[in-house]
T-cell receptor, first 115, second 114 residues
Framework: AQSVTQLGSHVSVSEGALVLLRCNYSSSVPPYLFWYVQYPNQGLQLLLK??????LVKGINGFEAEFKKSETSFHLTKPSAHMSDAAEYFCAVSSHRGGADGLTFGKGTHLIIQP | AAGVIQSPRHLIKEKRETATLKCYPI?????VYWYQQGPGQDPQFLISFYEKMQSDKGSIPDRFSAQQFSDYHSELNMSSLELGDSALYFC?????????????FGPGTRLTVL
């Protein structure tokens, strides 16, 4: 079984400041890890993913995340926050190797950008 | 680019009624997934289908059933609706090409049970 823990249900940063959203996972097998963003009343959009290979992955909108196996972490960062980054962010894991397996999401982190 | 289509976008039902949600995957995608997101909650995986066969099963209540049709669209049937079924229901689709297949999410159907 797999699980995801997102530290901090709400994170507030100033515009232009560093964004750091924390995600720790638990998985009995090497995981696939994802970050999704959800704007109000909208669906989920994939920001970035880690499957294999390079542990530092870059995604859309200037976000990146680093897979650290020793820390079982996959934290999301962005060097400079924009007002448009305000949204709900979900970390997700898939531990199976089957192609149609469902994702397990964390509880989400609401990112607030202060002007 | 074409996206996942879900219908209806909004649905209001009474307790003990039934509801059917529909999902039309991205063209060429052969796999669909259903998720339930309660108010202020994270999405919970319900069930998935690949080539019309159930592939993975999550926390889908016995009152719910789903299927995938020959044109790959899927329907989620919900019976004996309860107040707690009020949620946003997402469908996602993917093309099964191997161990990892990126899921593309639809805009969701918001179900309100009164």
């Amino acid at each position: 079984a797999q699980s995801v823990t997102q530290l901090g249900s709400h994170v507030s940063v100033s515009e232009g400041a560093l964004v750091l959203l924390r995600c720790n996972y638990s998985s009995s097998v090497p995981p696939y890890l994802f970050w999704y963003v959800q704007y109000p009343n909208q669906g989920l959009q994939l920001l970035l993913k880690y499957t294999t290979g390079a542990t530092l992955v870059k995604g859309i909108n200037g976000f990146e995340a680093e897979f650290k196996k020793s820390e079982t972490s996959f934290h999301l960062t962005k060097p400079s926050a924009h007002m448009s980054d305000a949204a709900e962010y979900f970390c997700a894991v898939s531990s199976h190797r089957g192609g149609a397996d469902g994702l397990t999401f964390g509880k989400g982190t609401h990112l607030i950008i202060q002007p | 680019a074409a996206g996942v289509i879900q219908s209806p976008r909004h649905l209001i039902k009474e307790k003990r009624e039934t509801a059917t949600l529909k999902c039309y995957p991205i063209p060429r995608h052969d796999t669909v997934y259903w998720y339930q997101q309660g108010p202020g909650q994270d999405p919970q995986f319900l069930i998935s289908f690949y080539e019309k066969m159930q592939s993975d099963k999550g926390s889908i209540p016995d009152r719910f059933s789903a299927q995938q049709f020959s044109d790959y669209h899927s329907e989620l049937n919900m019976s004996s609706l309860e107040l707690g079924d009020s949620a946003l229901y997402f469908c996602a689709s993917s093309l099964n090409e191997g161990a990892y297949n990126e899921q593309f999410f639809g805009p969701g159907t918001r179900l309100t049970v009164l």
